[in-house]
Structure formats: C-alpha cells, structure tokens
C-alpha cells in the first residue's frame, strides 16, 4: 500500500470530470486500498481518486467511529433523492482548516458497485447522505466552496496560495 498526495485546491485539476471505470481488477483494488490508506492517514471519513489526480468514479468513504468499516463506491448514480435538504458544515481534505455550511438532500438512494464488480443500492442518510453527495460531486469536478459566496471563495483561495507559500519556505 501506498500514501497519495492529495490535490490542494485551487489546484485547476481538482475541476476535472472523472469518466466512469471500467475494469474491476487488480490495479482498481490497489488504488481502492492506496486511496482508503490516505483518507484513514489524513483523518477524513471519504476521499475521491479526483483528489489524488485518478479522474475516475471511485470514491472510498468510512464513516465510523471506530475507522474500521471501509467502503469502496464505484460508478456511483444517485437513484432516488428525499424532497428535504438541510444545510450542514462540511470540510474537505483538499481545502484544509475550512469548514463551512452545504445544502445537501437529507437521504439518498446510490446504485454503486464494489472494487470486485458487485452492484447493490446504498440509502444514505444523515453523515452518510452527505458525505456521500460530497464525494460524488469531487468527481464532476466541484468543491464544496464553490457553494459558498464569491467573496468567501476568494478568501478562501487566498487563504490555501499563504499557506502553501509558506509551507515551501
Ligand atoms: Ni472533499
């Protein structure tokens, strides 16, 4: 197993559009377990392979206090979504120390496979439904941020571009 590097926003390939995967085989079982070292490493409860710069639908999540139930999401497809949302403070390993307020639907139903191909249908709900809607969106290319207002988002931008700076001095 492997640590990645995880994008840092604003980096502009954090944008891009992941294409669905197409094989179940060994090298998507190794990135799957490379992906869930890194996420279990950084503290976070998901990572998407948009984050370590692999632009396809695979998502590794694990939302338990314990840190020992990984889940491995592929081709995710929101089937069914509840009529409510609610705003809810989210944070993201691309965008460290910045937490703020995201609409989500409250429940989702996700059609998703596993790392060896098996499909079944996930129904989320409260920290799994978001984390989930969070996630899916890293692979149309979207960061939580850009919910936010253009004024905060620039905060923000400049907030990540100090820190890096200083990072390399
Ligand atoms: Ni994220």
Redesign the pocket.
């Known amino acids: 197993m492997a640590l990645l590097p995880i994008l840092q926003y604003p980096d502009p390939r954090l944008h891009t559009v992941a294409r669905p995967v197409s094989a179940f085989d060994a090298r998507l079982r190794t990135l799957a377990a490379d992906m869930l070292q890194t996420m279990y490493e950084s503290g976070g409860i998901?990572l998407?392979a948009t984050?370590v710069d692999v632009h396809e639908r695979l998502i590794v999540m694990d939302i338990s206090e314990e840190r020992n139930q990984p889940l491995v999401i592929v081709n995710p497809e929101i089937v069914w979504h509840s009529e409510a949302s609610k705003l809810n403070e989210e944070g993201?390993?691309?965008v460290p120390a910045v937490y703020d307020r995201v609409e989500r639907f409250e429940s989702v139903h996700v059609r998703v496979w596993d790392e060896h191909g098996a499909q079944r249908t996930i129904e989320a709900q409260d920290v799994m439904a978001i984390c989930i809607q969070?996630?899916m969106d890293?692979l149309l290319g979207k960061?939580?941020v850009e919910y936010l207002s253009p004024l905060k988002r620039d905060r923000i931008k400049k907030k990540m571009r100090k820190a890096r700076r200083e990072d390399a001095h």
Do not use: D, N, R
Request: one cysteine or more; aromatic letters at 10%.
């Open positions: 998901g998407a984050q993201c390993l691309s969070h996630e890293h960061v939580f």
